[in-house]
């Protein structure tokens, strides 16, 4: 079971988009609709953005939008602003009741 | 909403048994399962396993053998227990609830160094 391919760091300017991709296998990401996302501040827990590929939770800004195509999933982060600044690590249900994540983008408000 | 407080041993020698433990607050341990993720140094997230209201496990087959995940419905507690561990098992340790296919609440994090 290997970690989900993500880049290491993705940078934008405040108010523009960056999009975080995740790729893994048709066992994993391609195989079911059931990516996370989740953003980590240094020193803290992570926290849940995106569930269900495309679901957010209540209280999460719209900026956070998610996606998926064949083994790939994405991250969108629009309107970047300077709290948003983060690692981001994605989730996927893997089959045979596991789960594997990300290897982890860092997000850098330039 | 539910909130988690986590709590354990904090240093261990190799060899020895990791047992943390996980409070759940403002919520029963029947309204969702409940996992536990772990972080080493400048690392990723790994899913350590879960378990559900019912006493039903998963584990990561990675630590399967070593891992157990239990659940004290008279406390509203769920508990970690690793042995024999390694400095490979060092690490920040998450509790969290399990809300469908994610992990929707998390625990502050228990930091856990594995050290002669």
């Known amino acids: 079971q290997s970690a989900l391919t993500q880049p290491r760091s993705v940078s934008g300017s405040p108010g523009q988009s960056v999009t975080i991709s995740c790729t893994g296998t048709?066992?994993?990401?391609?195989?079911?609709?059931?990516v996370s996302w989740y953003q980590q501040h240094p020193n803290k827990a992570p926290k849940l953005m995106v569930y269900d590929v495309s679901e957010r939770p209540s209280g999460v800004p719209d900026r956070f939008s998610g996606s998926k195509s064949g083994n790939t999933a994405s991250l969108t982060i629009s309107g970047l602003q300077a709290e948003d600044e983060a690692d981001y690590y994605c989730?996927?249900?893997?089959?045979?009741?596991?789960?594997?994540f990300g290897t982890g983008a860092r997000v850098t408000v330039l | 909403q539910v909130q988690l407080q986590q709590w354990g041993e904090g240093l261990l020698k190799p060899s020895e048994t990791l047992s943390l433990t996980c409070g759940i607050f403002g919520g029963s341990f029947r309204d969702y399962h409940w996992s536990w993720i772990r972080q080493p140094p400048g690392q990723g997230l790994e899913w350590i396993g879960e378990i559900s209201p019912r006493g039903d496990t998963k584990y990561n087959p990675s630590l399967r053998g070593r891992v157990t995940i239990s659940i004290d419905t008279s406390t509203n507690q769920f508990s970690l227990k690793l042995s024999s561990v390694t400095a490979a098992d060092t690490a920040v340790y998450y509790c969290?609830?399990?809300?469908?296919?994610?992990?929707?609440?998390w625990g502050k994090g228990t930091t856990v160094t594995v050290s002669s």
């Open positions: 048709s066992s994993d990401v391609g195989g079911y609709n059931y």
């Open positions: 989730c996927s249900y893997a089959g045979t009741d596991s789960y594997v």
């Open positions: 969290a609830s399990q809300k469908g296919y994610y992990m929707d609440v």
